[in-house]
């Protein structure tokens, strides 16, 4: 059964209900719901609505209000069927708060804001050096044959436009855009294509080019020097970098100075992990 059945069966039965009056004063500890005993809060269902697969968040808010409450309910009056938890469920319940109190912990490190000088200086080391390249913004037709390309070359040079060409004859995703293929540079296209695209000059239509896709009629619509990025067009990706590194070297500091003890166990075959039975035993 899916883990989601539950849910979706609450929706079905109250998507037609009307939402409650409720007084806006409410708490994560205010009680919406007591089943024999055991109080469901906002809390419960603010984390439960969190944990919901992307489509069902976006539900309305009276609907989702509705259906977590009642799958909350009906989760409390099953729970309640049985004294003791499985051990399997004893374990997932201190992985999922191990998982849980470490992404508090990687949260509260990475809200210290990164040092601007250490931007600077992850900026300059990264590009620095970077040389200028040439990028090119080009069009292409795609047909399965030479015949049909060199066909296309011959009407080009007849004066027809080459978007509407693209749009009539190409066989490629491109084409209903008029075969435009946006900005590239070196190294992002196949190199029959890319080594066309550099013969060219802006504007030009290349004769037939034979790649594994088939054959293509290029037009270099314009091309341009691009240097380094300035340092706010890649602020939020060297931020992310330095993050991850900062994180890193603190999971790696800790670990080290941790009192980790692993005993001696022998030889492990380690497909006993597969082996969900012992956690019955």
Request: hydrophobic share 40%.
């Amino acid at each position: 059964m899916s883990k989601h059945h539950n849910f979706l069966l609450a929706v079905a039965t109250t998507i037609c209900g009307a939402l409650p009056a409720i007084a806006q004063d409410l708490t994560a500890d205010t009680v919406v719901a007591t089943v024999n005993g055991t109080d469901i809060t906002v809390g419960h269902m603010m984390t439960a609505r969190a944990q919901l697969p992307q489509q069902y968040q976006q539900l309305p808010d009276d609907v989702l209000f509705d259906g977590i409450l009642e799958q909350l309910v009906q989760q409390t009056v099953l729970s309640q069927q049985t004294e003791t938890a499985p051990k399997s469920v004893e374990l997932s319940l201190e992985n999922e708060r191990r998982a849980a109190m470490a992404g508090v912990a990687i949260n509260e490190f990475l809200a210290e804001p990164v040092d601007d000088a250490a931007l600077q200086a992850a900026y300059e080391e990264k590009y620095a050096t970077v040389e200028p390249e040439k990028e090119f913004n080009a069009s292409h037709i795609l047909v399965e044959t030479e015949d049909e390309a060199k066909a296309l070359v011959t009407e080009l040079e007849g004066g027809a436009d080459f978007a509407e060409l693209a749009k009539e004859k190409s066989t490629g995703p491109s084409g209903p855009g008029g075969g435009s293929l946006g900005w590239f540079g070196p190294g992002m296209m196949v190199k029959p294509f890319e080594d066309a695209v550099v013969d060219l000059e802006d504007g030009a239509v290349s004769a037939p080019v034979e790649t594994q896709f088939g054959w293509h009629v290029i037009k270099l619509n314009e091309s341009r020097m691009k240097g380094a990025p300035t340092l706010d067009e890649v602020r939020d990706e060297l931020t992310g970098e330095l993050q991850q590194s900062s994180l890193e070297a603190h999971i790696t500091e800790l670990t080290d100075t941790a009192d980790v003890t692993r005993p001696d166990l022998g030889e492990i075959d380690a497909s006993i992990l597969r082996n969900m039975d012992i956690l019955s035993e």
